[in-house]
Nanobody, 125 residues
Framework: QVQLVETGGGLVQAGGSLKLSCGASGRTFSRLPMGWFRQAPGKEREFVAAVAWTGGSTYYADSVRGRFTISRDNAKNTVYLQMNSLKPEDTAVYYC??????????????????WGQGTQVTVSS
């Protein structure tokens, strides 16, 4: 069982930056692909970014590529999402997710087995 806790959300003006963190419990973190998803009011949860369990591969949604950076520190059981040049349309609850051990990188939320409780990010115009 893996428990995930997101921190770092908040209110920021357009053009600003925020860094989200997701701490994971358990001894298997280094073997899990990790992802960030977000859900705005009235919309479905959507993929934002993912990083392979090796940390060597990453993937981003087109809407955030070039502005957001996902990274992980396996020694700290933590995955990060650095968000720069934020836009009002980035406003959402951001969720951290973990896939199965040794699993491939995935953009599909159904491939993730564990989810955090979410952290609110609000970008004002």
């Amino acid at each position: 069982q893996v428990q995930l806790v997101e921190t770092g959300g908040g209110l920021v003006q357009a053009g600003g930056s925020l860094k989200l963190s997701c701490g994971a419990s358990g001894r298997t973190f280094s073997r899990l692909p990790m992802g960030w998803f977000r859900q705005a009011p009235g919309k479905e949860r959507e993929f934002v970014a993912a990083v392979a369990w090796t940390g060597g591969s990453t993937y981003y949604a087109d809407s955030v590529r070039g502005r957001f950076t996902i990274s992980r520190d396996n020694a700290k059981n933590t995955v990060y999402l650095q968000m720069n040049s934020l836009k009002p349309e980035d406003t959402a609850v951001y969720y951290c997710a973990a896939g199965g051990q040794w699993a491939r990188l995935s953009l599909n939320r159904r491939d993730y087995d564990y989810w955090g409780q979410g952290t609110q990010v609000t970008v004002s115009s």
